[in-house]
Structure formats: structure tokens, C-alpha cells
């Protein structure tokens, strides 16, 4: 029998090792973008209604789609409470198709430190533009006001607890951070940038990822693009994973780093 020297048989070992490590960090950084694009999906399909109900009452600029049907207990009492119907499809003006309903609660005026507003849904979906797989959203989601940044911007505590279904997996997404209004305040026709940090988790078949934003994450909602900021993505099997969303451009990509590997992920 011919027998391999011990260092020919280490060698192909490291060398399986290596390929199995790329292949596994592949998928990996497949299943990241996969979760994360579910995340995105949920925040721009459900803030965007929030807010817009909140600042309808203060500013007539502020549009909604014709097709979505609004039942509001008035935005002079408190607690406000508003149902948000979107039927069996309602399209807004960039793009996103929402179903079912949204349901918000706020215990006083959005400018009044410590009011909360909370949304539940029920049975609603939201499809982003250009894309055919509708993303499901239950559970809760709330935004605390706080005192005023140091640059005397608006700012909310942030939580969610949700779970996201899509048609091939589930991510039970967990959040907490600041949420902060950088430009355009007050202002409907100036760009709209917004600001977010805290750290999280998405847990998806049976495994948790925490993400914690190293550097703010800067929503252009312009464009409705996250476009600049850095999370650090702790994977419990594999190494550990960067996202970076770039330098300020609403390019619709992000780069994300596994052990030295960079990938580039369409958002």
C-alpha cells in the first residue's frame, strides 16, 4: 500500500478545511444579506406609515396613498388611536405594497418628552420595490420620545420585538437604540435624514446573530436607503462579520467582511 507523508495528508486537510470555511462563509454572508434585506423591508414598510400619521396632523404636505383606508380617533385626543387599512394591496408613491392593517397607539402629542407610540399589525405584509416576496410583520414596535440632542434634534427611544416571515425562513428580530432626526426637520421639502444606533438581534433557525451599530446608521429617506454607517455582526458558529453601508450615497449596496473576505450586498 502506498502511504502519504503525515504533512501531504495535513496539507489536504487545511486545504478541505479552508474550501469548507469559504463555502460556509459564503453562505453565511448569502443568509446575512437575506435577513438583513427582511429587516429593511419591515423598517421602511412600517416607519414611513408611523410617521407620516404622526406629522400628518402638523404639516398637510405630508401624503399618504388614496388607497389606504385611515380610521382615526382624532389628533387631538389622547390616547390617539389609528387603524392604517392597506386591503389586498395598497402601493405608495415609492414603490412599497403594503396588506392588512397596522394599528398605532400614541399616549400624547409626538413633541411631548416621554409620550410612546406603539404599532401592532395584523395579518400585514409589506413588498419592497422591485421585488416580488412579501414580508410578514407581527408583534410590536415603539418609539419613546426623549429630551433633545445635543444639536437640539428630536430623538425616540427605540424598541422592537417582532417576528418577520418570509416564504422561506422566519427571523424573530429583537432591537433596542436612539432613534434621531438629523435634517429636514420641520422642513417637508428639505432631504430627509435620519439617524439610528443601539444594538439587536435577528435569530433565524435556531441561531442568533447580535448587531451592534458601531457607527451611525444615516437613513436618506430621499431615496429610503440606508447610506452610511457600521454594524459589527457577531455570529455565534462562524467569525465574526462588518457591515458597511458606505459614505453617503444612495447606491443601494453595502459591503459586509467575513475573515478578511469582502462581499458586496445589494440592499
Aim: proline share 4%; with cysteine; glycine share 10%.
Amino acid at each position: 500500500m502506498k502511504k502519504f507523508p503525515f504533512f501531504s495528508l495535513a496539507l489536504m486537510g487545511l486545504v478541505l478545511l479552508a474550501s469548507c470555511s469559504k463555502e460556509r462563509d459564503e453562505d453565511g454572508q448569502a443568509s446575512i444579506a437575506q435577513t438583513d434585506e427582511v429587516a429593511r423591508s419591515a423598517d421602511a414598510g412600517v416607519e414611513t406609515m408611523a410617521d407620516a400619521i404622526v406629522f400628518r396632523s402638523d404639516s398637510d404636505e405630508v401624503a399618504l396613498p388614496e388607497c389606504v383606508v385611515i380610521t382615526d380617533s382624532g389628533p387631538d385626543v389622547y390616547p390617539r388611536l389609528v387603524t392604517l387599512d392597506f386591503g389586498d394591496g395598497c402601493t405608495d408613491a415609492l414603490g412599497r405594497t403594503r396588506t392588512g392593517m397596522m394599528h398605532l397607539s400614541m399616549s400624547a402629542p409626538w413633541t411631548e418628552v416621554g409620550s410612546l407610540r406603539e404599532v401592532t399589525f395584523e395579518d400585514f405584509t409589506v413588498t419592497r420595490p422591485f421585488q416580488t416576496v412579501a414580508i410578514g410583520v407581527e408583534g410590536v414596535r415603539q418609539l419613546e420620545r426623549l429630551e433633545p440632542g445635543e444639536e437640539g434634534e428630536s430623538r425616540w427611544a427605540r424598541t422592537i420585538n417582532t417576528v418577520l416571515t418570509h416564504p422561506e425562513f422566519t427571523v424573530l428580530r429583537d432591537f433596542e437604540g436612539i432613534r434621531r432626526w438629523i435634517a429636514g426637520e420641520g422642513d417637508p421639502e428639505a432631504d430627509q435624514l435620519w439617524g439610528l444606533t443601539g444594538t439587536g438581534s435577528h435569530t433565524r433557525n435556531g441561531l442568533t446573530r447580535t448587531r451592534t451599530v458601531i457607527e451611525e446608521l444615516i437613513l436618506d429617506r430621499t431615496c429610503g436607503e440606508t447610506v452610511s454607517g457600521v454594524v459589527e455582526i457577531d455570529r455565534p458558529v462562524l467569525e465574526d462579520g462588518v457591515m458597511d453601508f458606505g459614505e453617503g450615497a444612495c447606491d443601494g449596496t453595502a459591503t459586509l467582511t467575513i475573515a478578511g473576505e469582502v462581499y458586496t450586498i445589494d440592499l
